[in-house]
């Protein structure tokens, strides 16, 4: 059973900056692709960044373009999302999960995270 595990989240200020993790295996990040999602308070879940098999290619959503990077450490089988000048907005539960395609955003994932809480507060 594959496990995904997030960390990092916190209490950060606005234009703060915050970097989440997501440990996975090997598999999954040299065959499949994964992604970052997030679910705010009241509000469904939305996709948010997504690097493809091998991680030659990233993908964003708009509103994260430019103030976030997706990333991966090969030798520690993790996953990161580097966000920076965080806004209130951005306050949620943050996901990683597993895609069912190697190839970057196909809207199918098998495997999710139990979640990393972002708060973004003065």
């Known amino acids: 059973q594959l496990q995904l595990v997030e960390s990092g989240g916190g209490l950060v200020q606005p234009g703060g900056s915050l970097r989440l993790s997501c440990a996975t295996s090997?598999?999954?990040?040299?065959?499949?692709?994964i992604g970052w999602f997030r679910q705010a308070p009241g509000k469904g879940l939305e996709w948010v960044s997504e690097l493809n098999r091998g991680g030659s290619s990233t993908y964003y959503a708009d509103s994260m373009e430019g103030r976030f990077t997706i990333s991966r450490d090969n030798a520690k089988n993790t996953l990161y999302l580097q966000m920076n000048s965080l806004k209130p907005e951005d306050t949620a539960l943050y996901y990683c999960?597993?895609?069912?395609?190697?190839?970057?955003?196909?809207?199918?994932?098998?495997?999710w995270g139990q979640g990393t809480q972002v708060t973004v507060s003065s």
């Open positions: 090997r598999f999954t990040l040299d065959y499949l692709a």
């Open positions: 999960a597993r895609a069912t395609t190697s190839w970057g955003p196909s809207g199918e994932y098998d495997y």
